[in-house]
């Protein structure tokens, strides 16, 4: 066996186990929900997919971008919090994490995410800031997780 086909194998192996396909599906179901303002259902889609990958930092993220738009944002927050703890410097989350704070009047929260941005992305915290200490602007479900390849 040569390693080009033990590696095509594990691919093919990988894209045509069940449990891949599932996960993928709830995905761009949820992105569909999402996309059409069903927002319960988006997460309902969601939770779907972390029942059966818990450390899918997209699917977290994408999670919270849902209760934002449900104004949960105790429950968004959580949920951001799941996917930077997964990624850390998965910069869309701390964004959207800071504005849920902001929502929620947590002004020191807010700041101590706009440092955290600076250390990711200077363009991302310039964004953040201009939106959370000038005027909010800005819709947090704008920065959603793309659907995966099916």
């Known amino acids: ?12 192996s990988e894209t045509l186990n069940p449990e891949n ?6 995905f761009a179901q949820g992105i569909s929900f999402d996309n059409q303002n069903k927002y319960e259902e988006a997460i309902e889609a969601y939770r779907q ?4 990958r818990p450390e899918y930092a997209d699917a977290w993220y994408n ?4 209760y934002g738009n449900l104004k949960k944002y105790g ?17 869309g989350a701390w964004f959207n994490m800071g504005v849920a704070y902001y ?6 929260k807010v700041r101590e995410i706009y440092q955290t941005l600076r250390k ?10 201009k939106a959370v200490f000038t005027e909010f602007k800005i819709n947090p479900g704008s920065h ?6 099916v």
């Open 1 to 12: 066996m040569n390693p080009e086909t033990t590696n095509s194998e594990t691919t093919n």
């Open 21 to 26: 396909f599932y996960v993928n599906a709830w």
């Open 49 to 52: 997919v972390l029942r059966r």
């Open 63 to 66: 999670l919270g971008i849902s």
């Open 75 to 91: 429950l968004a927050i959580l949920a951001y919090e799941e996917a930077v703890r997964i990624e850390p410097e998965k910069a």
């Open 103 to 108: 929502y929620q009047d947590k002004r020191e």
């Open 120 to 129: 990711l992305d200077v363009a991302i915290a310039d964004e953040y800031s």
């Open 144 to 149: 959603y997780s793309p659907a995966p390849d």
